[in-house]
């Protein structure tokens, strides 16, 4: 059966690679570096699809599955991805400034370097999840959930935690006016639960070299 895409992208190039695809049901999605801006793949299976580098500025991928997909490099500056299914996604080094992401899950997903400054996540699950480097200055945590989640993220003030919980593995970085400094333990508990949060910060684990390490892989 054909796939039925909501509306394709302004750019000639990636809608024909869309209309490709979408008369392949058996096909997989290879959008890599192709500019999809202003398009709407909302509620498409693009499970494993490949994205890197691909441009997505305010597209539409409400409940869109992107499970396992490979989205590094993506552009989704101010893109509507709430309710997507991310999980297993690979982000590394993706752009979601702006972006919504309300409901999402994310888990197990990898997000090193993100840009995701005044990005909503509210209620998303980030269970799992790799946040290494990501830029959370500005953005909306709001009754997200979080289980050993690596969250060495950088925060601010601007950084809305409310009812955020679960457990996570730190250190975070918080930036104030372009000065950062890390922040662990009890320190980063406090800090997060002072603001409405509701997490513990764990310590790694020994393994059995007597190197410290830390669990994941949550789905």
């Known amino acids: 059966m054909r796939r039925v895409v909501p509306l394709l992208p ?3 190039e990636a809608a024909a690679v869309l209309r490709e695809w979408a008369d392949r049901a058996d096909s997989l999605l290879d959008v890599s570096a192709l500019d999809l801006s202003d398009a709407d793949l909302s509620g498409l299976d693009l499970a494993m699809g490949l994205l890197c580098e691909t441009v997505l500025r305010d597209a539409k991928l409400v ?3 992107l499970h ?3 989205l590094e490099g993506a552009v989704l500056d101010r893109a509507d991805l709430s309710s997507a299914w991310l999980a297993k996604a690979e982000l590394d080094e993706a752009s979601l400034r702006g972006a919504v992401l ?4 994310l888990g197990s997903s990898g997000l090193y370097e993100v840009d995701a400054r005044s990005a909503r996540f509210t209620s998303a699950n980030f269970n799992g999840a790799s ?19 690596s969250f060495k993220a950088v925060i601010d003030e601007h950084t809305v935690v409310t009812g955020l919980s679960g457990t996570l593995f730190g250190p975070a970085v918080i930036d104030r006016a372009g000065a950062r400094r890390p922040i662990d333990g009890f320190d980063l508990e406090r800090w997060l639960n002072g603001r409405g ?6 310590v790694p684990r020994l393994t059995s070299r007597g190197r410290r390490g830390q669990a994941g892989g949550v789905p």
Do not use: F, H, I, W
């Open 102 to 105: 309300d409901g999402a899950n």
């Open 68 to 70: 396992r997909a490979r």
């Open 63 to 65: 409940g869109t599955d």
């Open 197 to 202: 949060a509701k997490v513990r910060v764990l």
């Open 131 to 149: 946040l290494v480097g990501t830029r959370l200055e500005g953005a909306d945590l709001s009754r997200s959930s979080v289980r050993e989640t």
């Open 10 to 12: 302004p750019d000639a």
